[in-house]
């Protein structure tokens, strides 16, 4: 069966980087759309970043725009989230997700996400 592991997570004060990484197995990462999104505690999650198969097309949340970078190796099979200049808003567990309807809209609907991972926590102190 399909399984995405993240890591990467772990604690930072305000203004530091993070890179989550997301390891697919059994799994034509090519021929998705990946995700990430975020959970905030007691919240619905919210979508942070994707990018499309093929042109590697890619679309932000408004709330990351311009300090976050999603990036692929289809290679590898691995998904990548650069988090640059991180502020406490940005503590949540971080999901890695997939799913075959590769241009369906909108791009970030969590509902039509297949595949998830476990999760990595990200913790901002101020």
């Known amino acids: 069966q399909v399984q995405l592991v993240e890591i990467g997570g772990g604690s930072v004060e305000t203004g530091g980087s993070l890179r989550l990484s997301c390891t697919a197995s059994?799994?034509?990462?090519?021929?998705?759309?990946m995700a990430w999104f975020r959970q905030y505690a007691g919240k619905k999650r919210e979508g942070v970043a994707v990018?499309?198969?093929?042109?590697?097309?890619?679309y932000y949340a408004d709330s990351v725009k311009g300090r976050v970078t999603i990036a692929k190796d289809d290679a590898l099979n691995i998904l990548y989230l650069q988090m640059d200049r991180l502020s406490p808003e940005d503590t949540a567990i971080y999901y890695c997700?997939?799913?075959?309807?590769?241009?369906?809209?909108?791009?970030?609907?969590?509902?039509?996400?297949?595949?998830w991972g476990q999760g990595t926590q990200v913790t901002v102190s101020s």
């Open positions: 997700a997939a799913t075959p309807h590769r241009y369906f809209p909108p791009a970030l609907e969590s509902n039509l996400y297949e595949y």
């Open positions: 059994r799994f034509t990462m090519s021929k998705h759309r």
């Open positions: 990018i499309y198969p093929g042109s590697s097309a890619t």
